[in-house]
């Protein structure tokens, strides 16, 4: 069983700075993707931003060049640094990773966080 565990969010102005981090927990298992994603009172969720094995990085237009996400490998983490937060960011972000197991390669499992809420105030 694998566990993804967030910490970061918080309360703060616009055009503040905060720092998202998820770490997976288990044992005997790979991850492909790690990303977040948030979602807003009454809306859909929606990607945030995700990073591959290899480094590979995507983003939401509504966050290029304020928010970067970044993995360490050997620790199983993912962090988000969020520059120049905006109102509109408010949301409960949730951390997800595709992960598969070492027993099983090539079968890929989706995880989620429990999500941790970022509120921008004006």
């Known amino acids: 069983q694998v566990q993804l565990v967030e910490s970061g969010g918080g309360l703060v102005q616009a055009g503040g700075s905060l720092r998202l981090s998820c770490a997976a927990s288990?044992?005997?298992?790979?991850?492909?993707?790690m990303g977040w994603y948030r979602q807003a009172p009454g809306k859909q969720r929606d990607l945030v931003a995700t990073?591959?094995?290899?480094?590979?990085?995507n983003y939401a237009d509504s966050v290029k060049g304020r928010f970067t996400i970044s993995r360490d490998n050997a620790k199983n983490t993912v962090g988000l640094p969020m520059n120049n937060l905006k109102p509109e960011d408010t949301a409960v972000y949730y951390c997800?990773?595709?992960?598969?197991?070492?027993?099983?390669?090539?079968?890929?499992?989706?995880?989620w966080g429990q999500g941790t809420q970022v509120t921008v105030s004006s």
């Open positions: 997800k990773a595709i992960i598969s197991m070492t027993s099983s390669p090539l079968t890929f499992y989706q995880y």
């Open positions: 288990g044992s005997r298992f790979n991850i492909n993707t």
């Open positions: 990073v591959g094995s290899g480094g590979s990085t």
